[in-house]
């Protein structure tokens, strides 16, 4: 059995561990010594310290019998000056280990979707442009002017792979990739849902705008006006407000985020983005929120019904087991899930 050394460290890496707290993870079945020598494939694992890796770091035996081809170029993350070195690196493996198997699933199953790279590195002259270039993205992709009530899923009908992490990150909001430079990825750590279909629109601004002539902060304010004109299109906003306004209150703006699932404070920003509120107004009703500690924090929970999730990976893996193209096996490994979890997934209705 040829063992990969590059898998061994890329699994370690995905579970947070460092080697020595690998080694006390498989009850020092595994010296640290003995990892960092597997890991500089100066030693070939027995099978013994390779299962007590396996089930330390939560991964099938398979994970380590291939390299990996995926190659993931600069990535783009959120707060990345807050986040670890380390964690960012778990992340990135926690990526990579998640579009294998999704890309092998769509291999297998012969459903793979192209993404339409001419929308790809679009000029931004101007911060402004955004503006006209979420307008006409939307129109497109045939979005119109209505609420988009699932992101995850809109950005993977169009080839736009998304992972969902299911634990909390502290200073993790989001990143962004191209695989192989052709399949671009998000990934969206776990927060409100407002927080995560804004910046799910956030880091596709990153992955389709051309911002290599601004500065790091430029482009984040660049992508947050794109991330709002995506979600809230100016007409819609008008539409709800009536134009310019002298005074707003804060449930008309808690009603639009029953719609469009984007949060006050952000419609705020917009209002100001637009002329549609002065710079005055704007200070005062962010004051007021601030004073009642609502500034940084989810106002209005549970108020918008969509929904961010994506079964895609799900329902190839089902159309792969129906029409033979893969065995249960198979498609629970690709899953990620024991082949009994996978079952009584599958026997669920």
């Known amino acids: 059995m040829k063992i990969s050394s590059q898998r061994i460290k890329m699994a370690r890496v995905k579970a947070g561990l460092s080697m020595a707290d690998l080694a006390k993870k498989t009850g020092y079945i595994v010296s640290k010594q003995a990892i960092g020598k597997y890991e500089l494939g100066e030693r070939n694992p027995p099978i013994e310290s390779l299962q007590a890796i396996a089930k330390a770091v939560d991964v099938k035996l398979d994970y380590f019998l291939r390299e990996s081809e995926l190659d993931l170029s600069s990535i783009n993350y959120r707060k990345q000056d807050l986040l670890p070195k380390k964690k960012q690196d778990e992340i990135k493996e926690k990526t990579r280990d998640y579009l294998e198997r999704y890309l092998d699933a769509e291999e297998l199953v012969g459903e793979m979707i192209e993404f339409d790279e001419s929308i790809k590195k679009m000029s931004v002259e101007q911060p402004e442009v955004v503006e006209d270039i ?11 002017v209505n609420p988009i009530y699932n992101i995850v899923e809109t950005l993977e009908e169009r080839g736009i792979k998304v992972l ?150 799900f329902q190839l893996l089902c159309r792969g087991i129906s029409e033979s193209f893969i065995t249960t096996s198979k498609a629970a490994s690709l899953y990620n899930k024991t082949v009994r979890a996978f079952r009584k997934e599958l026997q669920e209705i």
């Open 134 to 144: 979420a307008k006409d993205l939307r129109k497109k992709w045939q979005l119109g």
């Open 164 to 313: 969902r992490l299911t634990e909390e990150i502290k200073h993790f909001s989001g990143m962004s990739t191209w695989v192989n430079d052709k399949t671009p990825v998000i990934v969206l750590g776990l927060n409100p849902i407002d927080r995560i279909r804004f910046t799910a629109m956030h880091e596709l601004g990153h992955l389709l705008l051309d911002l290599e002539d601004y500065s790091e902060k430029a482009r984040e304010k660049i992508c947050d006006r794109f991330a709002a004109a995506m979600l809230l299109p100016k007409e819609s906003l008008i539409d709800e407000l009536g134009g310019h306004r002298k005074n707003i209150h804060l449930k008309e703006l808690l009603l639009i985020k029953a719609q469009y699932g984007i949060s006050p404070q952000a419609i705020l920003y917009r209002c100001r983005e637009l002329g549609l509120i002065t710079e005055a107004l704007f200070s005062n009703e962010a004051k007021r929120i601030r004073s009642r500690g609502l500034w940084k924090e989810e106002i209005g929970a549970n108020i918008f019904k969509g929904k961010e999730e994506s079964n895609r990976l």
